[in-house]
């Protein structure tokens, strides 16, 4: 899988807690599945989501929510004239859906 590169950014590239919001309902999807994926998504990225990261959710939410998950769950590739932050968003909405690896320790009698 390539890498897809962020543009450089600077603070004010943040999102606000307004255009969060907005951008939270416009997620709300039909599919539990879809949800799941972009629940995670906002719990590890709202905090830092970036306009450039807006562009390419929107731009997501734009598809039909089977075309999503085909997208989501790799049954489909990345379409060829997908832009950039189309492309970084779904790379890091399937990311996000894979489990944190925990740490085990070894047992000790």
Not at 10 to 20: K, M, P, V
Not at 26 to 41: A, H, M, S, Y
Not at 52 to 70: C, P
Request: glycine content about 4%.
């Amino acid at each position: 899988m390539n890498a897809v590169a962020h543009p450089p950014f600077t603070d004010h590239d943040w999102i606000g807690e307004r255009a969060l919001s907005k951008l939270r309902w416009r997620c709300r999807r039909g599919l539990l599945e879809n949800d799941l994926f972009l629940e995670r998504f906002f719990q590890r990225h709202a905090d830092t989501l970036t306009e450039f990261q807006a562009q390419g959710l929107t731009e997501l939410m734009d598809l039909s929510d089977n075309d999503l998950l085909d997208l989501l769950l790799q049954r489909t590739p990345i379409p060829g004239d997908a832009s950039a932050p189309f492309s970084a968003v779904l790379h890091l909405l399937r990311k996000a859906a894979q489990p944190t690896p925990s740490v085990s320790y070894p047992v000790q009698d």
